[in-house]
Nanobody
């Protein structure tokens, strides 16, 4: 069973950048598909991005495509989310998640078995 811990959140101005990290332990990291989700106050948790076991395939929500980049370092058991051109609508708690199967559209929360506790990202105008 893998444990996930996010870090890197904070307060940033509109147009700024942040890089989130998710450290994994207790499992074989490269055997998991990894994803990022986010949840804004009063809203459901939504898919942001996903990356395949080796990192060769990625998938993004339309709302972040071209601004966010998901990556992973299997040697360091770490997942990343580089967020550029941040907007107030990106304000949310960001969660990393792990799944055992890569799907053509890896956007469903139900496909992910393990979750971190989340890190807050606030974009100020």
């Amino acid at each position: 069973q893998v444990q996930l811990v996010e870090s890197g959140g904070g307060l940033v101005q509109v147009g700024g950048s942040l890089r989130l990290s998710c450290a994994a332990s207790g499992g074989t990291f490269n055997k998991y598909v990894m994803g990022w989700f986010r949840q804004a106050p009063g809203k459901e948790r939504e898919f942001v991005a996903a990356i395949s076991f080796s990192g060769s395939s990625t998938y993004y929500a339309n709302s972040v495509k071209g601004r966010f980049t998901i990556s992973r370092d299997n040697a360091k058991n770490t997942l990343y989310l580089q967020m550029n051109s941040l907007e107030p609508r990106d304000t949310a708690v960001y969660y990393c998640a792990a799944a055992t199967t890569w799907r053509s559209t890896p956007t469903s929360r139900g496909d992910y078995d393990y979750w971190g506790q989340g890190t807050q990202v606030t974009v100020s105008s």
